[in-house]
């Protein structure tokens, strides 16, 4: 999965997940919780600016219909 990142910050982030999902409805009405595959789970210090890729850790199949949901979250005390 790849980011254009316009600045950057050398924070550690810890508890790194990116989790995806093929989503059959045109309309997200709330949070979804359900049907998540976790492709990278760890931690991650964003390298520089332009485009930075991160190599999925577990395999995800897009159906090539749905639509594609993509979460990412980390759980540090303080942000950057």
Avoid: H
């Avoid at 810890?14 to 989503?23: A, H, L, S």
């Amino acid at each position: 999965i790849g980011f254009n990142v316009a600045s950057v910050s050398a924070q550690l982030m810890n508890g790194f997940n990116v989790r995806m999902q093929n989503y059959q409805s045109g309309t997200i009405t709330g949070f979804e919780s359900n049907n998540w595959t976790t492709v990278y789970s760890g931690t991650y210090t964003v390298p520089g600016t332009g485009w930075k890729y991160i190599d999925l850790t577990t395999p995800f199949f897009y159906d090539g219909t749905n639509n594609l949901l993509i979460e990412i979250c980390f759980n540090n005390s303080s942000e950057s």
